[in-house]
């Protein structure tokens, strides 16, 4: 499911007015440090209308022409199915078939290009033009370098395009998986084009069904001999992103068992395909598998060992491991995240990390700390959450792009000695007035168990009465570790519209959503939707007895797992929750994949209680309230049988909701379709929070 939050941000409403666009268009974006002192930014000056490359001077402060890449810029692409070359803006065609080339990539030397064609791997050398058949297998559901779709959609991710082949740094070896994904069920998308239709097929593992086996092995840029690493392929297990150990050019990959309890990372040799463990985790419940990949494992220099992340201890922390795989000591500790290394400085023995939970849960912050874990120092300053960071070659500089629910999005260079902040720009005009805008702010509620203060970020109704009841709308994602409410400027004008109507608009996170590290989430083990569920009706009482919400109108919203927050919330949480919006939804997690639901809830063998509990059909009887429904009827990734099989239950048990089918939708549409399902929600919010007529925008 891979945290589908940009549909759940489609799902906020959002209204056209005049002065929505001066947000953004002001704020100068960051390209590259050029060396310690300078940097190229991308940005408007002189009133140009257009914004464009500089170079800035972090000492004199001054702007000037943004120097030329000292390396050929050298790109490839694909164009009407073929692999084009761009070497300094000259664009020439390197593979003339029918078929089309995909992912394409040069090699680190720049003497090569790999891609596939016909779910084999190619490569051709730029010296001569020649193409070079790595695989030539023609049996359908063998894949050689592109992913299957398990692969692509929960481990590899969506930016990798299919992606399964890899250059090693020195360009002597292309690496990729082969898939066999033949005994993988195949799922029907039935599409109505044309006058007889047509039915769309995906090899589509759902819940204990087969897995694709894979296999992983490295040969020449020129072809020949492939050697297979030691793994059998035939074995229930997960392969995860690999990484390259730049200090001797061994492979080392992330390998899982199904039930995802059990993490190796073995060193794989190119030559042989010999494997040795290099590191090994175990947890009750279970780790995740590609959050970190290219991160879960950090190299020192020169070969001295490694910095690896890990949520064992209930938080995610830094550990040096030596390189044969034994802990020497935690880098990090404490009740807070650590999300990731962006820079390690042999010469001073220093790590610059980013985290959250030192200062908020609700805000990102950089820190440095000594290889030995000592001498940790926030490096970033005031009360912002830097969503954006770049750090200097010698790191005594960084860019930051921060913000806060009242300070709207700037970017800067902050020197790290003085703490000195030199502000590029920032996303407003200089017409902008906050005060004039509903006012917006993030709380906190104490959980019913008293454990945890949840956070909520809401937009309260313009010129608010203290003695008015208001509808309450909530939008949400929900789901293990995927929070959305973080202390960041949003655009107030965005919510204008339905803060002078008289609405509260809010999002909530749960328990279990990222704020209170793997301790939180932990609570979601074989058990989806239930804490989630406890703590969003927790908040939405607390809104009713403390923030004047109507008790008959508190709605709720999201998409894909939002989806089945929303519809679980008119079954299970029907007691509190009065109205949804639901789009893309899961219903049943036994139609959902194999690896992401297993992660969470083992396979139904192995916890037929939690997946009855967890089931939105299992409390049909207890369906009250207005649910607007939607799906895309071509969704390869929460299917549309979801949504179907919600609907039979219903109208088993005489339930009316308002049903939208939008024919060709995946998961997520655009286009005219994302203008219908905008007014869609619109109308819903008029009609039955605000009870008035819906005017829709021009």
């Known amino acids: 499911m891979k945290k589908t939050l940009a549909l759940f941000v489609g799902l906020c409403i959002t209204f056209l007015v005049s002065n929505a666009q001066m947000y953004q268009n002001n704020l100068p974006r960051f390209v590259r440090w050029i060396d310690n002192n300078q940097m190229v930014v991308n940005t408007k000056l002189n009133s140009e209308k257009i914004s464009k490359d500089y170079s800035y001077n972090i000492a004199t402060k001054q702007y000037g022409t943004a120097p030329a890449l000292t390396v050929a810029d050298k790109s490839v692409d694909v164009k009407n199915a073929n692999v084009f070359l761009k070497v300094n803006g000259v664009e020439t065609q390197l593979t003339f078939d029918a078929d089309e080339e995909k992912n394409p990539t040069l090699s680190p030397d720049g003497n090569f290009v790999a891609y596939t064609k016909n779910n084999n791997l190619y490569t051709i050398s730029l010296a001569d033009k020649k193409e070079i058949a790595i695989t030539n297998e023609s049996t359908k559901g063998i894949l050689n370098g592109y992913a299957s779709w398990v692969y692509f959609e929960e481990i590899f991710g969506r930016a990798t395009k299919y992606r399964a082949f890899w250059w090693s740094p020195d360009s002597k070896f292309i690496s990729f998986m082969r898939f066999d994904e033949r005994n993988v069920p195949m799922f029907p998308i ?95 419940t279970w780790i995740d598998l590609e959050d970190r990949n290219g991160g879960r494992i950090n190299f020192v220099p020169n070969n001295k060992g490694y910095i690896a992340q890990s949520d064992a201890s209930g938080w995610n922390h830094l550990y040096m491991y030596d390189m044969e795989g034994k802990l020497q000591y935690p880098i990090t500790t404490g009740k807070f995240t650590v999300l990731g290394i962006r820079q390690i400085d042999e010469k001073t023995k220093t790590i610059y990390f980013t985290a959250r939970g030192i200062e908020s849960t609700a805000r990102i912050d950089l820190y440095a700390i000594g290889f030995d874990g000592k001498n940790q120092r926030r490096l970033t300053v005031g009360e912002f959450n830097n969503a954006q960071i770049y750090i200097a070659p010698d790191a ?211 916890n037929p209680e939690g997946y009855k509990s967890s089931n939105v059909m299992t409390y049909i009887k207890d369906f009250k309230g207005v649910l607007q429904l939607v799906h895309g009827t071509s969704d390869d990734n929460v299917h549309m049988q979801n949504s179907i099989q919600l609907l039979s239950a219903l109208e088993d048990n005489n339930k009316d909701v308002e049903f939208t089918l939008y024919p060709g939708g995946r998961h997520g549409w655009g286009g005219a379709k994302g203008k219908h399902f905008t007014e869609l929600k619109n109308k819903f919010i008029y009609q039955h929070l605000l009870e008035k007529p819906y005017v829709a925008a021009k």
């Open 190 to 284: 039935y599409n109505s084009e044309g006058q007889h239709g047509f039915i769309e097929e995906t090899r589509y593992p759902k819940v204990g069904d087969p897995n694709p086996t894979v296999k992983i092995g490295w040969t020449t840029p020129t072809g020949g001999t492939i050697t297979w690493a030691d793994f059998n392929d035939q074995e229930d297990q997960y392969f995860g992103w690999p990484i390259w150990n730049p200090n001797n050019n061994t492979m080392w990959l992330s390998w899982m068992d199904r039930g995802q309890n059990n993490l190796k990372v073995y060193e794989l040799d190119p030559n042989t395909g010999a494997k040795k463990v290099v590191y090994n985790e175990y947890q009750k």
């Open 396 to 606: 005594k500089h960084f860019v930051s792009v921060y913000s806060n629910v009242n300070t709207p999005t700037s970017i800067a260079v902050i020197d790290v000695k003085t703490k000195g902040l030199d502000v590029l720009g920032t996303a407003v005009d200089s017409s902008f007035k906050a005060a004039s805008y509903a006012k917006t702010e993030l709380i906190h509620i104490k959980s019913a168990d008293g454990l945890y203060e949840l956070p909520a970020l809401v937009t309260w109704p313009k010129n608010m009465d203290p003695n008015k009841k208001y509808p309450m709308l909530v939008s949400i994602y929900g789901g293990p570790n995927a929070g959305t409410v973080m202390d960041a400027w949003s655009n107030p004008a965005g919510k204008e519209n339905l803060a002078k109507e008289g609405l509260i608009q809010v999002a909530f996170d749960h328990r279990a959503s990222g704020h209170f590290g793997k301790e939180g989430v932990n609570y979601m083990y074989r058990n989806l939707g239930y804490w989630e569920m406890q703590d969003y009706m927790t908040m939405a009482k607390w809104f009713i007895a403390n923030g004047s919400a109507d008790p008959k109108k508190i709605a709720i919203t999201g998409f894909s797992y939002g989806g089945y927050m929303s519809c679980y919330a008119l079954t299970y949480g029907a007691s509190v929750f009065t109205h949804a919006m639901a789009g893309g939804s899961v219903t049943s997690w036994d139609l959902y994949d194999s690896h992401y639901t297993e992660r969470f809830m083992d396979t139904q063998k192995e």
